[in-house]
């Protein structure tokens, strides 16, 4: 029975996370063309040392690609919207009005890289006209119902102010989750000026390569090619490319780690079964002689053995499928959706799964079997099973493997506990405690300002609030405005992209922003303040100022604009997104005309709930006098930064719990061989008895062979540990440093796991009378 607990245990840890690996290997694999299809990764290093990098490069790029190289197919560029008002005007002259963010612009080719299913219109005119939008089914519903909205009118408003009305021209079906590309609407993408081109990295580009071309060999001609026709080289500025599979974007370290634990997991099950099979072949170990002794022949006891144990095998692989079924909604609550169904439209993960597993139930089958058949008759009626493991080595093998595979587990909890400890504790030089962020008015031009400024001061006068301010950008949101800078004069030949944020007098002082040098914006200097510019200590090393005492008072030139602006302060970095990424070079420029509002609350009550709940109905209030026709949406900025951090706790508690499990199945198997071993060796034991050994020395032997295998484990397992976790902390830019730290909380466990598990058998046998040792035989 425990040889079938600790296989389905084993068996069921291993296949969830074979689906949730497979999950993230199926992103993309319902496009038809989807083995040819590559997203353009950039990175660009400034004369400065600035880098930037991701899945976004120039407009031109694209312009380059389709002209001059034939080895593609077609190439479409992807420029994601900012949030929009979309109105849908019913027949009764009411509007139907939700602010959207899922709002993608494309090239009119998009349908010919990407498949979609169409429900209503066709691929070949769906973005043919400037002005035509698509929908996907959930979209058109939300807007029109049931009915048909080919030919329907939609109206766009964006927060500054700009307006345009959109023509249906097709309905498909909704994006799969497992997508990379995400939207609800798709538009075309307008021409920008020229100045533009090859101003900011701000389209995803993604190409159809033909199958034999290599892609790599491609990326780097093409960056060279880039480098040179934008002009880049001149300008300070180093371009490299890569292409990158659209199967394979989704696909991160924590999906091999988790590969790694879950046939780790496997492993462990087996040796797990192998252990105790072997245990319970000393109960057959006479009945196998008799049945030698009655005729039967080797090949006919190996066939039941064999039998025996693939049944056990296939019993665990079908409760494996039970508890699948039972528990899969469960599972999906947990990982919120990342996870494949038990039977989905490819089966490649449960083939490969079946294949691996197959493999291990004729390897965990076969060997007890053969280690029982092999011995010959005197041997069988001692009931002596050693030989065939003392000749093959399998017993220090398998205590190596269960002790080293124990200590790299053990191990990667720590760090994946310490990293996240230290995401939750580490000073992110920002306050967005009991902060409510309020989504940007989507209202026109005429009275903007006054609206805002109305808001605002209004807002400050309700008891419920501390302070409240207006940005473009609010902490976790991603920069979508970039500048490029020139320190002026004598250096325009070396520009620096530096992300823009629209800022008020109050957003540094609410969010707590730490001022290194200089002065914040002044509420009574509206056009002193648009002309000064306030900068991050990154943005100052990207524009290649080395002392920051030195920096007040120089002038930035934005070539674009043909704008001055003088540096009036600067702040501490601060992260506003995951410590996954990396403190973007940001420019805080002056904008009170538009922004989303974030309010501080105060702290008026011992539940924050409770603040929050009496700060809504009056800010509700407020917005529908002001903000007549526009949507009052917010949300919590708090619970935003947690979404951000939410798939590393998922990681973690996976972990965990697999872990955990895998311990317990180790000490399991363990705790067999130990009942094995130590049955071998009982006869030696009261040899030593009789001539004169303690309990003590018996229990100093008998542990003497584990301590060696022990030692051979740590060897192994530490070096392994410490490379798997320093491959997960790389994908943080601010993570904990790894040391001889982490050594102990390897070796102390293990030590303590191993003694809990053989002590008191071992303790036991030590203090047996030597005369009821030679009666048991």
């Not at 002026?488 to 730490?514: C, M, V, W």
């Not at 002038?555 to 602006?565: F, G, P, Q, R, V």
């Not at 955990?660 to 705790?671: D, E, F, N, P, V």
Request: net charge neutral.
């Amino acid at each position: 029975m425990l040889n079938l607990i600790g296989l389905v245990g084993g068996t069921f840890a291993a296949f969830v996370i074979a689906k949730y690996v497979g999950y993230s290997l199926s992103y993309d694999d319902f496009h038809t063309n989807k083995n040819n299809i590559y997203v353009i990764w950039q990175r660009e290093i400034s004369n400065m040392g600035a880098v930037t990098e991701g899945t976004k490069t120039f407009w031109n790029t694209a312009e380059i690609i389709k002209s001059d190289y034939t080895e593609v197919l077609e190439t479409t560029r992807i420029h994601p919207n900012p949030e929009t008002l979309v109105l849908s005007e019913t027949n009764n002259q009411n509007f139907i009005k939700f602010n959207e963010l899922n709002i993608l612009s494309v090239d009119s080719n998009f349908f010919k890289i990407f498949s979609y299913e169409f429900i209503h219109g066709n691929e070949r005119k769906a973005l043919s006209q400037r002005s035509a939008i698509v929908l996907t089914k959930s979209a058109a519903n939300k807007y029109y119902k049931n009915e048909n909205p080919i030919g329907q009118v939609l109206s766009l408003k964006t927060s500054w102010g700009d307006q345009m009305d959109a023509i249906v021209s097709a309905v498909i079906e909704d994006n799969p989750r497992n997508s990379n590309i995400h939207f609800d609407f798709l538009l075309v993408n307008q021409k920008p000026n020229t100045n533009q081109y090859w101003q900011n990295a701000d389209y995803e580009t993604y190409i159809l390569l033909k199958p034999e071309v290599s892609h790599k060999h491609f990326a780097k001609k093409l960056a060279s090619d880039i480098s040179y026709r934008g002009g880049l080289n001149t300008q300070g500025r180093n371009i490299e490319m890569a292409f990158i599979p659209i199967t394979k974007l989704q696909i991160s370290i924590t999906d091999y780690i988790l590969s790694i634990v879950g046939v780790v997991i496997l492993i462990v099950s087996w040796i797990n079964f192998i252990s105790i099979s072997s245990v319970q072949n000393l109960i057959k170990t006479k009945e196998v002689a008799v049945k030698k002794i009655m005729g039967a022949s080797k090949q006919h006891i190996f066939i039941q053995l064999f039998t025996e144990a693939l049944l056990i095998n296939g019993l665990g692989i079908a409760c494996v499928a039970i508890l699948y079924f039972v528990f899969e909604k469960h599972l999906k609550d947990i990982t919120h959706g990342h996870l494949l169904p038990f039977i989905n439209e490819s089966w490649n993960i449960n083939l490969i799964f079946l294949s691996i597993f197959a493999a291990g139930t004729l390897i965990s089958s076969i060997l007890p079997a053969i280690s029982l058949t092999s011995q010959n008759l005197s041997n069988s009626l001692r009931g002596d099973t050693a030989a065939i493991f003392r000749n093959l080595g399998l017993r220090k093998v398998l205590v190596v493997m269960q002790f080293s595979i124990s200590t790299i587990l053990i191990m990667g909890i720590v760090v994946i506990t310490k990293q996240l400890n230290f995401i939750k504790d580490y000073d992110k030089g920002i306050d967005f405690s009991r902060t409510l962020i309020i989504k940007a008015p989507k209202d026109g031009w005429d009275g903007k300002q006054e609206r805002l400024n109305s808001f605002k001061q209004q807002c400050r006068e309700l008891s419920v609030v501390k302070e409240v301010s207006s940005s473009t950008t609010v902490p976790g949101e991603t920069y979508r405005q970039e500048i490029s800078i020139e320190v002026a004069p004598g250096q325009r030949n070396h520009k620096s992209i530096l992300f823009t944020n629209g800022i008020d007098e109050k957003y540094l002082e609410l969010y707590d922003i730490e001022f290194l040098e200089g002065e914040n914006f002044k509420e009574d200097a509206p056009w002193k303040n648009k002309r000064g510019a306030i900068l991050n200590e990154t943005a100052i090393k990207a524009i290649g100022i080395e002392n920051i005492k030195d920096a007040i008072g120089t002038k930035l030139y934005d070539s674009e604009a043909e704008k001055d602006y003088e540096l009036i302060g600067v702040v501490k970095d601060y992260h506003k997104v995951s410590l996954k990424s990396n403190i973007e070079p940001t420019i805080f420029l002056y904008n009170n005309n538009r922004g989303s509002f974030s309010i501080k609350l105060n702290n008026s009550s011992s539940k924050e709930t409770a603040s929050i709940h009496e700060a809504l109905e009056p800010l509700n209030d407020l917005w529908e006098r002001l903000y007549t026709n526009q949507p009052f949406d917010y949300y919590l900025l708090e619970e935003r930064f947690y979404e951000t951090d939410l798939q590393e706790y998922n990681f973690a508690r996976f972990f965990k719990i697999f872990t955990a499990l895998s311990i317990i199945i180790s000490c399991l198997g363990l705790y067999s061989l130990v009942l094995f071993l130590i049955n071998k060796r009982m006869k030696e034991v009261g040899i030593r008895k009789i001539f004169g050994a303690g309990s003590i020395q018996v229990f100093a032997f008998l542990l003497k062979d584990y301590a060696v295998q022990l030692l051979l484990s740590l060897i192994i397992g530490i070096p392994i540990a410490y490379y798997l976790m320093s491959s997960w902390l790389s994908g943080y830019s601010y993570h904990i440093k790894l040391g001889v730290w982490i050594i102990p909380y390897g070796i102390i466990p293990l030590i303590l796991i191993f003694l809990a598990t053989v002590f008191y058998q071992v303790l036991k046998v030590a203090k047996m009378n030597p005369v009821k040792i030679f009666r048991q035989d």
